[in-house]
């Protein structure tokens, strides 16, 4: 198995413990850090509007919260035919990791790869 289907695998794995009770959309993502640890996230969602949060967001924080810093690749599954990252999960991949890779899959193993840069063109940046 190549390093990105164990990636996936890895998402495919997160998302089954998503907590998505109001979208019935369970997502779920895996960071590989360039240190070879991977971090994985899946969507949790609230009852309070504004308060549920992405998969790729958990995955990261969880990451960052480690005191990880540098990025590779990141997996994300969801029920589309190629699952992709929201805006907001772009800006928040964008600081830590303008370079990753990201492996937009489907729970059958089958994705697509894009640049971040190309997925959030112009990003925001305070420079
Ligand atoms: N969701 C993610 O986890 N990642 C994305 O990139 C897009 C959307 C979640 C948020 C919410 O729990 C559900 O999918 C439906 O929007």
Do not use: W
Not at 16 to 36: E, I, M, R
Not at 107 to 127: C, I, Q, R
């Amino acid at each position: 198995m190549s390093e990105i289907e164990m990636l996936i695998q890895k998402a495919v794995k997160a998302r089954k413990n998503s907590y998505s009770p109001y979208s019935n959309y369970p997502v779920g993502a895996a960071l590989l850090g360039s240190d070879g640890n991977t971090y994985t996230g899946t969507n949790v969602e609230n009852g309070v509007n504004g308060l549920s949060i992405c998969a790729e967001r958990v995955a990261l924080f969880k990451a960052i919260s480690e005191g990880k810093r540098d990025f590779k690749r990141l997996a994300v599954v969801c029920e589309d035919e190629y699952c992709k990252p929201c805006g907001a999960c772009r800006q928040a991949l964008m600081e830590h990791a303008p370079d990753l890779e990201i492996i937009m899959a489907n729970p059958e193993g089958k994705y697509k790869t894009v640049d971040l840069k190309s997925l959030l063109p112009h990003a925001f940046n305070l420079d």
